[in-house]
């Protein structure tokens, strides 16, 4: 058990932990702006952990404690979302509580204390590791840790889309809770089918956040999934995945246009960024290092070129695009895209041993020394150690 850890929980609540876990960030390898639209993506556990020692109480009292945090004491039960807690932690809780309970699952209280390495707005989902993490707890200390990876993703985005108010998939959640690397098929949201591989390469996987705030973006971010629904329904379909490149082309080239330049592009993204997935995970599976630097290449530049969300207008010095500009340049042989939702955050880059160095000191000159980390495949997910 982690000691210093330990230490904390003693001089918090006065008696020594049972339990150890840690709760991974996630890394979006490829599949940029595809599950929305039942597509394929793949995620990863990052090694930036969520890391908690916690013991069972008799009641249902959660106490959690952590490092620069507010101490937070929460019944755990049945609860319904509250607007009024919006954008909070005790939301969080509350709500992966919530989702145990409704798939018949067993809850309780337990004290708490966290530290944390993944990075609030870093890309790397804090809040689905934190999610992930009560679900780990409440599994192990109340369930004998049967509660199911999949379970756990579901609780968790249940309990940010419904309790903590910010409308998302369940990709993040996934990254989280299975580890190693996840190769997701959306075609049912409900129930995405998972396959885990392992990352087979010597390629360095680097995050570099520009620094670029995410406030008032919310529009942007909104445009791309709906604009992707409106080719979708102009072809009779909820979602692209429901239809073909072909028939989007063909619709295309029959009523001129209907299909705004922006919405058309994006629609093209959707399927070739779908076969790049598919592409991707060949590449891992058969040890294909250039195969799969070329596809996640491919991806960058889409995401840069057609889906257009590597920038918004008049803020590119802290943007995903300069940055990805500026790796482009100083690793040509590595590979670089854009992490997540875009527009303003993080991109992901994955070096060649050869070039990491002029590569680290070129992003650390542009962005800063904190903005460049390094992370690896994590091994395992949300769970009891």
Known sequence: ??????????????????????????????????????????????????????RKRSDNIINLNSEGNKFYNIKAGEAKPN???????????????????????????FDAYCVSEVPSGGGVSSSAAFECLIGAIESALYNDNKVSKMDLAKVSQEAERDFFGKPCGILDQIGCAYGGISVVDFFDDKNPIVSNTNFPFDLKIVLTNPGGSHAGLTDYYASIPNDMKHVAKLLGREYLREASLKDVQQFNRTHLG???KQEYKRAVHFYKECDRVKEAYKALLANDEAEFIKVINESGLSSSHTLKNTSVPNRYHNSPERA?????????????RVHGGGFMGTIISFIKEEEYPTFKEAMQKAFGEKAVIDVSISPFGSVAL
């Open 83 to 109: 607007e009024k807690e919006y954008s909070t932690t005790y939301a969080l809780i509350k709500g992966v509580v919530n989702g145990l309970i409704k798939r018949g699952y067993h809850v309780g209280g």
């Open 1 to 54: 058990m982690n000691e210093a850890l330990k230490k904390r929980f003693v001089d918090s609540f006065g008696y020594e932990p049972e339990r150890e876990f840690v709760s991974p960030g996630r890394l979006e390898i490829i599949g940029n702006h595809t599950d929305h639209n039942h597509g394929f993506a793949i995620v990863a556990s990052a090694s930036l952990y969520i890391r908690c020692v916690a």
């Open 324 to 336: 990805l500009n500026i790796a482009r340049k100083v690793a040509p042989h590595s590979a670089h």
């Open 258 to 260: 209907v299909l705004t």
